[in-house]
């Protein structure tokens, strides 16, 4: 079946740079992106989002980019600080044919900052 | 400002025995959604809700069943308990999806262990 993936399981990034999280979609029907961030023992929670009529949408240190002609979704971080360490997800709304809409979540990558 | 409870936090199930997970949200939110997460791994849709008396399946669903009398709740019931199901899971609740400003709010999770 169609599903949502993650490139890399883990990330390292030096504590002042700049990360970035990449996720593979292969449905084309999707038209809608979360990121979703999961401190340890916690539930996940929301980052940013986008549309797919969008390629790129900005928030507080955040930025995601949206590639539909390769089925690409990137998660950028700017000027990163220990707190961002945790595991982040993409997720994808897809609207079946048949059948109500729904979140799919990729597999995730594990941010870790150095200080 | 509760958002989405689930309990128990924790539980540890014997082979065979039954339970439900309990899910509530105050948020007046149309859609709920029932994932699994084991270790290392991204989040597995079990059973999703569009509104009250409305359930459908998601990724995977066997072995579960949920039911959705009311918009606040939207419990989880395991049926003879298999070491498979040992997981954590999370309920969430959003006010639909699909647009912007729609993102899913989740519960603490749920810790289950199948001996």
């Known amino acids: 079946g169609e599903s949502v993936g993650l490139h890399l399981p883990t990330l390292s990034v030096q504590e002042g740079d700049n990360s970035i999280i990449n996720c593979a979609y292969s449905?084309?029907?999707?038209?809608?992106f979360i990121w979703y961030k999961q401190e340890s023992g916690k539930g996940p929670q929301f980052i940013i989002d986008?549309?797919?009529?969008?390629d790129k949408r900005q928030g507080q240190r955040v930025t995601v980019l949206l590639n539909k002609t390769v089925k690409h979704l990137s998660l950028q971080i700017a000027a990163t600080q220990p707190g961002d360490s945790a595991v982040y997800f993409c997720a994808e709304n897809i609207e079946p044919l048949f059948g109500n809409e729904k979140l799919t979540f990729g597999t995730g990558t594990r941010l870790t900052i150095i200080p | 400002n509760a958002g989405v409870t689930q309990t128990p936090k924790f539980r540890i199930l014997k082979i065979g025995q039954s339970m439900t997970l309990q899910c509530t949200q105050d948020m007046n939110h149309n859609y709920m959604y029932w994932y699994r997460q084991d270790p290392g791994m991204g989040l597995k849709l079990i059973y999703y809700s569009v509104g009250a008396g409305i359930t459908d399946k998601g990724e995977v669903p066997n072995g579960y069943n949920v039911s959705r009398s009311t918009t606040e709740d939207f419990p989880l019931r395991l049926e003879l308990a298999a070491p498979s199901q040992t997981s954590v899971y999370f309920c969430a609740s959003s006010y639909s999806a699909g647009g912007f400003g729609t993102e899913a709010f989740f519960g603490q999770g749920t810790r289950l262990t199948v001996v």
């Open positions: 986008i549309r797919s009529n969008m």
């Open positions: 449905n084309s029907a999707s038209d809608y």
